[in-house]
């Protein structure tokens, strides 16, 4: 069973677009997964453009890819290194705990994306 950072069954994240490094919906990660796209949030467009600021441009489509482009109100499951870039500078995007993959303990904590949830 994959767990989320709540230790309940990892729920997914968004379908439309679908999310996820293996483009299932949710924030499931393995060992190809080399960014850990494990947090789950609803983006806005301050947490976009920051994102875009620091090299993980969220907004361009790459339908090469299956990338649509992102606009606020979307889920997607981002990187957790670029996500807490985003915490650290004071810009956030409202997580959803229950669909953000446990492996994000590894590089944040659970008392920062509680805060970043309160943003629901």
Known sequence: MVKNVLGTVLQTCCADPVTGFYRDGKCN???DDRGQHTVCVIVNDEFL???????????????????????AGDGWCV?????KRSFDAGVMAP?????????ALEVVTLDMLVKSSRLN
Do not use: M
């Not at 453009?49 to 606009?71: C, V």
């Not at 997580?95 to 492996?103: D, F, G, K």
């Open 79 to 83: 990187c957790v290194g670029p996500w």
């Open 49 to 71: 453009r920051h994102q875009q600021s620091i090299g993980n441009d969220l907004i361009t489509p790459h339908p090469e890819y299956g990338f649509p482009g992102l606009k």
């Open 95 to 103: 997580v959803r705990l229950e669909a953000t993959h446990e492996a």
């Open 29 to 31: 990660t393995g060992p």
